[in-house]
């Protein structure tokens, strides 16, 4: 199908190109933006005047559930609730049940995207041990094979440092990103909350800022060691920010992203118990949360990402230190991004570049740049909307909020994903 | 939103929950209410009919002697029916959620709920579920609050001292993990305390712990010296294995209280323990029965505190949501 978009104000992330023009689309791809193609007729023109319009959003931490959790949610589910919300992309962690370490898994995961219209592109990172168990080296060529982009080890962390080593020169041998989320499982113990006067208030079991740091400086002396390309994900803590700084300055091959909830909850939030606040790493202070919105704006963090976690309603309806961790973010995701400018953190152009452009460029995704001969994954946003989160409106499967009630000035009204209009 | 919900419309208590975000006079209510309970206890028929008609569940997920059956004995003084159900052979054991033992119960008409459970924040979690009408009454959640015990401390306090103002009270032990602690140094912080110091190894105080509106000490003799109460702690065998103590030995050494340690306090202090005690890792037997020691009239007085505060509840208006 021939597609116009016409007359919207065009943002490109990659390029920061700004200006009221046209996009059109033939098939898959993008074929031109600004002057259509000699004889180009559009089966279907989208009048966008008054509208913004940019690159699908691109996020590298979304959990789908599936396979292995469907009781929470699925890929049809989830990437219903992506493309309602301007998201074309999804790296899905490799956590699933079974692990995503062989490419069986990888090719079930494609299959059950197909199956579910194909309503946004999905890529695995693969599992860079067995099982996730920090022992044996995954197939890591296999899985590339297969279409992982990255490997990780999840929420798992490796307790043998030679094993973690090992698995990083491997990894980098066939050119995969290593994404880790820095953990230390000993100093996390049965921490629910950030170590901090408010833990201490409500006697909950803490999580001090060294179960992630302590992990963060030897990861970053094995990145020197091997000089694997390492994505760190969702940092929490300023002196995180503080070491990966650092560890750029020193020319090391490292990315880092925060997830969205970072940016704005901190521990007063937890005050009352709310289990839908319940996250791994916690929220931490508000000192962490300035430093990490410093961090994203100076770039010393590359990208953002949802960390959406879907629960089912039981999961949540546990007391505190019972229920199990994660918000589900799909949905606010752009209304947050959007608050970030508003509340003057980022431009709008850098706002969407760290959930486009840049986490593509990261993860090496044919995604985040508006070019003629680019897949013409393309949303239109109303920039203008003024509503209230609203938990019980959400397309995910997961009513997991932490955001009810705020108000959000950003809408997605059309996404297309590889030129074909799925919302 | 945490500290209304144990208020209703007419500031007063429909659940009991926590010190924290009480105020003076309800405090103080509930120890004038207690003491004009200590004359039932005391008196051949030890009944009242406050709570005639009234069913009270006693739901404790986790072990407990002495909090349990004062309860119990609390509830049965007050007229009301009790029903207490050990939690290791019932329904939760065979897989049933915590909230569908909460609804299957509330289906046998109980009116208030004395509950204690091993997470910080269960006793939250609980009465945002009750239905309107039905109470709950915290008997302790993980290491966040214990409020009855905190009560009943902050009585036999008032007993022996009269006043709160000029005290010097220490508290001594394992605060870290003590729901105990917190709830009384919130009591004692309302009650205007004058000074308010916690007492313990850096392993045992929890972080920022200042900012609970107390100080900290990390010498024992230092830390009592001149007070006029010293409340011991228990201190839990398993905290030596998550490395956080050397040994029961070395601890005593540090922290135990003696009868030569506790001539650094006032001549007059009380030394008062929620118990169940350690003879011989916290406390000496020669303190635990010496004359400063209160720690059994703490357990008379519990049953009387208890009493105050579940009437303070059962007067309230049944559908105040």
């Not at chain 1, 431009?347 to 044919?366: D, E, Y």
């Not at chain 2, 003590?178 to 009591?187: G, L, P, T, W």
């Not at chain 2, 506790?262 to 916290?282: C, F, S, T, W, Y």
């Amino acid at each position: 199908m021939k597609i116009l978009l016409e007359q919207g104000r065009l943002l490109d992330p990659a390029t920061g190109r700004d200006e009221i023009t046209d996009i059109c689309i033939d098939k898959q791809l993008i074929i031109g933006v600004g002057d259509q193609p000699a004889g180009f007729e559009p089966d279907h023109v989208i009048n966008a005047s008054g509208k913004l319009v940019t690159s699908g959003l691109v996020d590298i931490q979304c959990r789908v559930r599936e396979p292995g959790h469907t009781h929470k949610a699925t890929i049809s589910s989830e990437t219903r609730a992506a493309a309602h919300n301007g998201i074309t992309s999804l790296c899905i962690p490799p956590d699933s049940n079974p692990v995503t370490d062989n490419s069986a898994v990888v090719e079930l995961i494609h299959h059950a995207n197909h199956k579910a219209g194909n309503r946004c592109h999905i890529y695995t990172i693969g599992a860079i041990s067995k099982g996730l168990q920090g022992e044996q080296l995954s197939n890591m060529g296999s899985l590339k094979k297969a279409g992982c982009i990255a490997v990780s080890n999840a929420l798992n962390p490796f307790t043998n440092n030679l094993v973690q080593r090992r698995a990083m020169e491997y990894a980098s041998g066939q050119d995969m990103l290593v994404v880790i989320q820095p953990y230390d499982r000993a100093l996390y113990g049965n921490g629910c909350a950030h170590e901090s006067a408010m833990a201490t208030r409500l006697g909950l079991p803490p999580i001090p800022e060294a179960a992630e740091t302590a992990a963060l400086a030897k990861d970053i002396e094995l990145v020197a060691q091997t000089h694997a390309r390492t994505h760190f994900g969702q940092i929490s803590c300023a002196r995180s920010v503080e070491m990966i700084r650092q560890a750029k300055r020193d020319k090391l091959p490292i990315t880092a992203d925060v997830a969205i909830h970072q940016l704005f909850l901190t521990d007063r939030d937890i005050d009352g118990f709310d289990s839908n606040k319940l996250t791994i790493p916690p929220f931490r202070s508000e000192q962490d949360r300035d430093a990490l919105r410093q961090g994203i704006s100076d770039g010393t963090i590359d990208c953002i990402c949802s960390d959406h976690q879907p629960h089912n309603i039981d999961a949540k309806l546990q007391p505190f230190p019972s229920a199990e961790p994660g918000i589900s973010t799909l949905d606010c995701f752009l209304g947050l991004v959007f608050r970030l400018v508003d509340e003057g953190v980022l431009n709008l152009a850098q706002a969407l570049a760290s959930v486009s452009s840049k986490p593509a460029g990261i993860f090496r995704l044919p995604a985040g740049h508006l070019a003629a001969g680019e897949i013409a994954d393309v949303i239109v946003i109303d920039d203008q909307s003024h509503y209230q989160c609203d938990a019980d409106l959400f397309a995910s499967a997961g009513k997991n909020c932490a955001f009810t009630g705020w108000d959000f000035s950003a809408r997605v009204e059309t996404t297309i994903v590889a030129g074909k209009i799925i919302n | 939103m945490i500290h209304n919900l144990q208020l209703n419309s007419a500031g007063k208590l429909k659940h009991f929950l926590d010190i924290e975000g009480l105020n003076h006079s309800i405090l103080t209510d509930i120890l004038d209410t207690a003491e004009s309970f200590i004359s039932v206890t005391d008196r051949s028929i030890k009944k009242v009919p406050i709570l005639r008609g009234k069913t009270v569940a006693n739901l404790f997920f986790e072990a407990s002697t002495r909090t349990r059956s004062t309860f119990e004995l609390a509830a049965q003084r007050l007229s009301a029916d009790i029903l207490s159900l050990d939690i290791n052979t019932s329904a939760t054991v065979k897989g049933e959620s915590l909230l569908d033992t909460l609804h299957n119960l509330q289906a046998m008409q109980i009116d208030m709920f004395v509950i204690r459970h091993q997470d910080s924040g269960s006793a939250h979690f609980f009465a945002q579920h009750v239905l309107p009408g039905v109470s709950v009454l915290n008997a302790g959640d993980g290491q966040h609050a214990h409020p009855t015990q905190a009560m009943l401390d902050m009585f036999t306090i008032r007993n022996y001292k009269q006043q709160f103002e000029n005290l010097s009270v220490a508290i001594v032990g394992d605060i870290m993990h003590s729901r105990v602690a917190r709830s009384q140094i919130h009591a004692l912080n309302i009650l205007n305390t004058g000074q308010v110091r916690v007492v313990g190894p850096p392993t045992l105080i929890p972080e920022q712990a200042e900012s609970l509106g107390v100080q900290v000490y990390h010498d024992l003799n230092e830390g009592i010296r001149d007070v006029d109460v010293v409340i011991m702690l228990r201190l839990q065998k398993e905290r030596m294995r998550g490395a956080l103590l050397p040994s029961e030995e070395e601890y005593f050494a540090q922290y135990g209280l003696t009868a030569k340690r506790l001539q650094q306090a006032k001549p007059d202090a009380i030394v008062m323990h929620p118990g169940p005690a350690n003879r011989g890792i916290e406390i000496e037997s020669s303190v635990m029965d010496g004359s400063q020691s209160v720690i059994l009239n703490q357990v008379t007085f519990g049953i009387a505190v208890r009493m105050a505060v579940m009437s303070m509840i059962a007067v309230q208006p049944v559908a105040d949501a």
